[in-house]
């Protein structure tokens, strides 16, 4: 949770793909935690290999933060 990483006083977060499954596509809590972190440094996000077939990332989505 956001809360605890912000005790290790962070210069950079990263934060890597496979946020969704075929089985689980809510991206909702990752993109709640995702606003929380960028308070606390830097985020870098890259997308795995199940955003990269969803619809819900396809060219044109909103997946933004």
């Known amino acids: ?23 689980d596509t809510d991206i909702t809590v990752g993109k709640a935690q995702m606003k929380a972190l960028v308070d606390i440094a830097p985020v870098y996000y890259v997308a795995g290999n199940h955003e ?13 933060i």
Do not use: F, Y
């Not at 962070?10 to 793909?17: E, R, S």
């Open 1 to 23: 949770e956001a809360a605890k990483i912000a005790t290790l006083n962070p210069d950079i977060i990263v934060a890597t793909g496979d946020w969704m499954s075929k089985e």
């Open 52 to 64: 990269a077939w969803s619809p819900l990332c396809a060219p044109g989505c909103d997946c933004s």
